[in-house]
Structures are given as C-alpha cells and as structure tokens.
C-alpha cells in the first residue's frame, strides 16, 4: 500500500494530487496495483486506500465463501479452461484423465477432499493401472486443488501435499518382454507376411534400423528426405487424430544420415506414395494407406499387432513376443548397444539424452561393463604376453589405415559410421576384432577383407 503523488500543470501552476494504491498480489497473486482517483490533500487518499482495502477485503471474503461451496467438478472445469498448453493432444489428455479416473470427486465440494480421499484414490487407481498413470492422474488432481487454494481461495491448503503414498516408477532397465532378440527381429521381417505387407513393410525396416518414436515415423514427409546425401529430417510427428504436432522435445528435432541399405526402400516407399496419395494433402506423407490418406500412430500399431498374432499363429518353429510400435525402438537402442555402438551415438539417433537412454538399458549397459571388466582381467592376468597374440599367429590392420590415409580419413570417422572407441583402439593395436566389426569395415569401405587386413604367423611378431 501507498499514495502515489503526481504533479500536473492547470492554468499555468502546478497542482499535486495524491493517489491512493493498493497491491492485490497477496491475494489474486496479480502483479497489477489497483488504483484509487486522486486527491489534492494526502489526508483523503489514505482515507480512501483504507476504504479500497476494506472494499478489496470483504469481496475477496465474499467470494471464498462463494467458492467453498464450488464442487470439484466446478473446479476442474475452471482450471481446464485457464490451462495453457502447447500442444491441443496434451489439453485432450487432461480431459480423459480427469473423466476416467478423478470424477469420483465431481460430486464433492471441493472443501471435503481430504487427504484420505486422495489416498484411498490412489490406491484403487494402483491395483488397475501402471505406475505411470497412476501419477499422471495424481498430478493432475493435485495441479486441479492447487487451482482451489490459488486463486480461488476456495481452500486454504492441497491434501495431495500430505505425504500421499504413490506406487513407485521403476527406473531402471527395460522388460525384455518389451523388445526383440535380433534372432526374433529378423524373423519377423524375413516372413513372407511381413515382406508381402506392400503398404507397411518399408514402415517396419526404416523404424527398426532407425529406432525412432511412431509418431515421428508416421509423420515423415517426402520432403524430409534427401536421398544423394543419405538425410533424413525428423520435423513433426503425427497424433492419433492423424494431426501433425510438434516433436516431443528440443533434442527430438533432428536430422539422421541413413545407411546405404535404406536407399531401395525409400524409393520404392516414394513411388509408392505418389501413387496412392491424396493429392489434395498440402503435407505429402510417406507412409499412406490404399485410399491416400496418412498412416496413424494407433493404426500403425493395430496393424503391426495383427500382424505378429497372424505370424506367431501359422508359425511352428519360432514364436516372436507381441510388442507394440514402440518395441522397435526399444529393439534398436538395444541391439545398438549390446553391438557396442557408442551410447552417445545412440541417444542422439533416438532424438533423447545420454541419461535417458542410461536409465531405460541400464541392463545392457550393466551386462557390457561386466564384459569389459572381464576383458580386461583376461588382459591382465589369464594372457601371458609371449602369447598375447596366440599361437597360430594374428591379423594386421596396417592396411586398413593405409586405407584411410588414402582416402584422407582419420580413425575418428570409423567412430562417427558406428565403430567403439574401443573396438578402433582394438584394432589400432592389432587385437582381435568380432566378424560384426569386420562386416561393418567392409560395408563402410565396399571392399573384401584383405583390403583391410592380412594374416601375420606368430614368429613375425615383434
């Protein structure tokens, strides 16, 4: 509170009038002063602040009493239509949220939600639904009564602050029911079922080696695409409702360099998409149905679904676990992994950080440290150095860097086309090398082993 003064000039002299204001973030949480007229003698303007702050007062009072007899459906009504979101998905969760599983509240007033209400809440919601869910709709409640205490006023405190216990989100690992074996991967798309799937097998090879979210394959434009440079952007995905939206964070947006085995299934995707497409769509997708329109996050996994159950159904030999869309990805960062590409590489292909991509394979990365602890005790302690390279002699990488100088390359662009820091320092001392790492080379290089390498008996070893 203060009285402002204010001089202003009246038929040439100099007149001061005192204004009387009032702050009202205390209780509207506004930063906006609220302004009373002005007075020639400061005596009436803090008169007249004293009658604005009683004004104030007994509104405020009135209301609270007003809104203590709101029921929560009235609140969660009103904080739905004050949120701000960017996204209208994450507005459309809020709602079903608050339909499916808090309008056991709706007929309360909102002034008898104890914080035994919540938990008894929470624990029915726990015995039903995931651990994730369950604290969605706990936020959710809590950020509603929040809306109660501020700035309503209708409560004086949140009981979701009342130490409520929730189930806990597990935080480290993924179930291995969540993803595939190699073995199985292949499988699935070695299948005539899946090969002879026009509209969808190009979908699954692109997600499985790229290992990006479904929506964000669903999303993909033919013009996100530039095929001389093996690029592909990653710009918006695609929701449910078939609506493009904004990818889901910062890191999301990214632009991927595809291999080479990748470029005969875009084209033939492309032409196909010419093809069938809705011409009419200003936004040219690459994976379409049959009548033209865009292929859907939820249709794409109905489809992919359908299509395992169909596999596992006529196959004899090898049942694949029923994954969703999302298990390709889960898939991908997990055969990455385990195949010794870099962690960083990894997450920055996935479009998430290093320490999420830590958190989810925690259990790959476990299993490789206990590897490479292994590796080095082996090092250390059960090799003799006379026999460091065995007795049937060893393999020689020289030409291999030959190769590189050559070329102009240095050993960090191994690193950069999928190759461990570890697996080029294995080979820059001459160490043994997995037929994986050798395929890769070769690949990388479009050459026959002995390009890269030649066999040294075990007395030419200095």
């Not at 090898?318 to 889960?330: C, E, F, N, V």
């Amino acid at each position: 509170m203060s009285i402002q003064e204010k001089t202003l000039r009246q038929g040439g002299k100099k007149v001061t009038y005192y204004y009387p204001v009032i702050s009202t973030y205390k209780y509207t949480k506004s930063k906006t002063p609220l302004w009373g007229p002005g007075f020639l003698k400061k005596s009436d303007a803090k008169h007249e602040e004293a009658k604005m702050l009683r004004d104030l007062e007994k509104t405020l009072s009135a209301n609270k009493a007003k809104n203590k007899k709101l029921k929560f459906r009235d609140v969660r009504k009103h904080w739905l239509e004050t949120r701000n979101t960017k996204e209208s998905t994450t507005y459309e969760r809020d709602v079903d949220y608050c339909n499916l599983y808090l309008s056991v509240f709706d007929d309360m007033l909102i002034t008898e939600i104890t914080g035994i209400h919540v938990q008894n809440l929470i624990t029915l919601l726990s015995k039903k639904y995931k651990p994730k869910t369950v604290n969605m709709a706990f936020n959710l409640l809590s950020q509603i009564i929040d809306y109660a205490v501020s700035p309503l006023k209708a409560i004086d405190s949140n009981p979701c602050k009342e130490n409520i216990q929730r189930p806990k989100i597990r935080k480290k690992g993924m179930e291995s029911d969540k993803f595939w074996t190699e073995e199985e991967l292949k499988y699935f798309l070695n299948h005539p079922y899946t090969q002879n799937d026009t509209l969808y097998y190009n979908m699954y090879v692109i997600h499985s080696i790229l290992g990006m979210r479904p929506g964000e394959l669903c999303g993909i434009s033919i013009y996100d695409l530039i095929l001389p440079l093996n690029l592909l952007s990653l710009n918006y995905g695609l929701d449910k409702k078939n609506r493009l939206t904004d990818l889901k964070n910062t890191g999301a947006q990214r632009t991927l360099k595809f291999p080479h085995h990748l470029i005969q299934h875009l084209k033939g995707q492309i032409q196909l998409s010419n093809q069938i497409r809705d011409k009419s769509l200003d936004y040219p997708f690459l994976f379409v149905l049959d009548n033209g329109s865009s292929i859907n996050p939820d249709t794409y996994c109905q489809h992919f679904q359908r299509l395992i159950e169909r596999i596992n159904k006529d196959s004899a030999d090898m049942q694949i676990k029923p994954i969703t869309p999302y298990g390709l990805r889960h898939t991908f960062a997990t055969l990455s992994l385990m195949k010794g590409v870099h962690i960083k590489a990894v997450a920055e292909v996935m479009g998430d950080s290093v320490e999420t991509v830590m958190q989810n394979y925690a259990h790959i990365l476990e299993n490789m440290a206990g590897d490479s602890l292994e590796m080095m005790a082996n090092s250390l302690f059960s090799l003799k150095e006379e026999n460091k390279y065995g007795t049937n002699g060893y393999m020689q990488f020289s030409k291999l860097w030959d190769l590189l100088n050559e070329k102009k390359l240095k050993s960090e662009w191994l690193e950069e086309n999928g190759l461990d820091h570890c697996i080029v320092e294995q080979l820059k001392n001459n160490n043994s090398v997995t037929c994986e790492t050798l395929c890769l080379i070769c690949n990388l290089f479009d050459c026959q082993p002995d390009k890269i390498m030649e066999y040294v008996p075990s007395t030419q070893k200095h």
